[in-house]
């Protein structure tokens, strides 16, 4: 028996994600590079040289194009940007500028984030989120990033502010249980919705962009009985964040996981449940679940899944994983959503918030040379992004 292969539309658009701090290496001037270096770090390892690409870029992104894909999301990094408040550097705008112009070159659409997780370490060190002047400080940066913005379309004002509120602004930790997600800090939340809101306005003078953010999105359950514990769990670290998002040119849904609540909260993955690198319940239908559960709560706005993959040491899962999780993407298109595109997490091998060990990359890399060893699930996801059919390989 064949299984089935689904047949996404013409202009569904076909790509990968990455972050400047999981891949570029040396971001000194971040929140993150002082925590991984501190004598008492809580961290499994430092990111150091991470896969040097931010030398690599070209590279990678070549290997992309080749592979069909045609759509890059990667973000810009205000440490470098901004390493002291106030003081600018025309040397990494340019930097940041010619990976757009790389994207270009290689037919490459970019998606542009603008703050993937990790801050400078002059804005955390003053209170970062909590500031009163957030906002202000990060629409700042924005004004003087816009420049090199203007022939972009899509754009990602902040990554999972949802992430950022639960973890004080940006300290995921290596601890990957999803389980034990603290509570959102509200004033952090508050005022990431106003940054966001600040950014979207500079945004909107760059003729076509498409501005939004992007939301960590898990596949909550109600243990049966438990339906308003659910809300109550899942409204301040998710929905709260995907209604202020709602009329936006998009919402950025990042789904890889389900989470059951019960009358105390999470309850814990079954024990024989199997479970990917970062200790997380293997669940491809998490996808299509979070694209209804976004589409309902954002009030129908279009939706750009932005990042979905698996961290696993076995090739063939990811393509089993990404497989089913189409499956699930496609009915949901089927059932009238509306989606731009998918983004796989993650391009490449990355540093996992504390941690080289899950690898979810299309592509990894040799340790002492950064040598770059695409891997089939590349290929399949290319062919996929000139064909627009998805078929499974073996299946
Ligand atoms: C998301 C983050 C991304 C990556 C994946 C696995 O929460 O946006 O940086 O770590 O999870």
Excluded at 164 to 187: H, K, M, N, R, Y
Excluded at 213 to 234: D, K, N, R, S, V
Excluded at 330 to 354: F, K, P, Q
Aim: hydrophobic share 35%.
């Amino acid at each position: 028996m064949t299984a089935q292969s689904y047949k996404f539309p013409q202009d569904f658009i076909w790509g990968a994600s990455t972050a400047a701090h999981q891949i570029e290496g040396n971001n000194t001037n971040s929140d993150w590079w002082a925590r991984e270096y501190a004598p008492q770090t809580d961290l499994k390892e430092p990111s150091g040289d991470a896969c040097d690409s931010y030398n690599r870029y070209e590279e990678d992104i070549r290997l992309l194009a080749q592979s069909g894909l045609t759509m890059y999301r990667f973000s810009i990094e205000w440490a470098r940007i901004e390493p002291i408040e106030g003081v600018y550097s025309r040397a990494q705008l340019l930097h940041y500028r010619a990976v757009i112009d790389t994207c270009h070159k290689y037919n490459i659409e970019p998606m542009v984030t603008l703050h993937h997780m990790t801050l400078p370490l002059w804005f955390a060190s003053q209170g970062g989120w909590l500031r009163d002047d957030a906002a202000d400080i990060f629409s700042r940066y924005i004004e003087y990033v816009k420049p090199i913005l203007h022939d972009v379309t899509w754009v990602c004002t902040i990554n999972e502010p949802n992430m950022v509120a639960l973890t004080q602004g940006g300290t995921e930790g290596s601890d990957f249980a999803a389980s034990s997600l603290p509570s959102p800090d509200s004033i952090i939340s508050q005022h990431l919705v106003e940054a966001h809101k600040r950014a979207r306005d500079v945004l909107s003078s760059i003729e076509g962009v498409k501005a939004g953010w992007t939301i960590a999105c898990q596949a909550f359950h109600a243990i049966p009985g438990c339906e308003a514990e659910m809300e109550a769990y899942q409204y301040p670290r998710e929905d709260y964040f995907t209604e202020a998002a709602a009329g936006d040119d998009f919402i950025g849904v990042q789904a890889y996981l389900r989470t059951f609540i019960g009358k105390n909260g999470p309850v814990p993955i079954p024990t024989d449940a199997e479970r990917t690198l970062t200790g997380w319940e293997y669940f491809p239908p998490a996808l299509g679940i979070a694209v209804h559960h976004t589409w309902e709560v954002g009030r129908h706005t279009p939706i750009f899944v932005t990042e979905n993959g698996i961290a696993t040491s076995d090739d063939s899962r990811r393509i089993d994983y990404t497989y089913d999780a189409l499956a699930g993407l496609h009915s949901a298109m089927n059932d009238g959503i509306t989606v731009h595109g998918y983004l796989h997490w993650s391009l490449l091998d990355n540093y996992e918030w504390g941690s080289y060990k899950p690898t979810f990359g299309l592509i990894g890399w040799d340790k002492e040379t950064f040598e770059r060893q695409p891997r089939p699930s590349l290929g399949w996801l290319g062919e996929i992004g000139q064909t627009g059919i998805v078929q499974h390989p073996t299946r």
